[in-house]
T-cell receptor, first 118, second 114 residues
Framework: DAGITQSPRHKVTETGTPVTLRCHQTENHRYMYWYRQDPGHGLRLIHYSYGVKDTDKGEVSDGYSVSRSKTEDFLLTLESATSSQTSVYFC?????????????????FGPGTRLTVL | DQQVKQNSPSLSVQEGRISILNCDYTNSMFDYFLWYKKYPAEGPTFLISISSIKDKNEDGRFTVFLNKSAKHLSLHIVPSQPGDSAVYFCAASAGGGSNYKLTFGKGTLLTVNP
């Protein structure tokens, strides 16, 4: 199993409070991703990082920010949590593999954080 | 606009029979496709992948078929086992220019009955 941990694993918070989720990897992979999973939506990309201090938005980035100051850590912050951000959050990592011109990159996922915003 | 579609929310099969999970995509730039399995309260686990230069990839009981002209892929599990009961996600990547971002389908819940 890829060395990916997420903390906390469960969190209950109130609307309007800031929340930070942490993803830690021991694989020294370049790419890290944050997804959320909601019923009827599969997994949707929030933000991703392609290197230290290099981040970009995914398809559902509104209300979220990220930071990556070290290769091994990728933080997801909800500046002011809302009930619509109640979800399960997954971190993923990848090495960005290619075979010639073909992508062969595989993402490996952490165990998830269940966040409830009341 | 859903670029990766898994049109069957659920599938039920008998133990020992074949399970076939289907996935359709619309983005012709996708060049790498993956299947993930997810148990409740766990993260998705990588199962098998296929590059667009191939039309079939096998790994034990799992085979993925890719039909580029139809923009369709399928995952075959033979024989199905009760431990295969999980949600299966199809995912696709458009390669280096997209920073390897994955687009996921909504998932199919597979139930294998003993």
């Amino acid at each position: 199993d890829a060395g990916i941990t997420q903390s906390p694993r469960h969190k209950v918070t109130e609307t309007g409070t800031p929340v930070t989720l942490r993803c830690h990897q021991t694989e020294n992979h370049r790419y890290m991703y944050w997804y959320r999973q909601d019923p009827g939506h599969g997994l949707r990309l929030i933000h991703y990082s392609y290197g230290v201090k290099d981040t970009d938005k995914g398809e559902v980035s509104d209300g979220y920010s990220v930071s990556r100051s070290k290769t091994e850590d990728f933080l997801l912050t909800l500046e002011s949590a809302t009930s619509s951000q109640t979800s399960v959050y997954f971190c993923a990592i990848s090495e960005s593999g290619t075979s010639g011109d073909q992508s062969t990159d595989t993402q490996y996922f952490g165990p998830g954080t269940r966040l409830t915003v009341l | 606009d859903q670029q990766v579609k898994q049109n069957s929310p659920s599938l039920s099969v008998q133990e020992g029979r074949i399970s076939i999970l289907n996935c359709d995509y619309t983005n012709s730039m996708f060049d790498y496709f993956l299947w993930y399995k997810k148990y409740p309260a766990e993260g998705p686990t990588f199962l098998i992948s296929i590059s667009s230069i191939k039309d079939k990839n096998e790994d034990g009981r799992f085979t993925v078929f890719l039909n580029k002209s139809a923009k369709h892929l399928s995952l075959h599990i033979v024989p199905s086992q009760p431990g295969d009961s999980a949600v299966y996600f199809c995912a696709a990547s458009a390669g280096g220019g997209s920073n390897y971002k994955l687009t996921f389908g909504k998932g199919t819940l597979l139930t294998v009955n003993p």
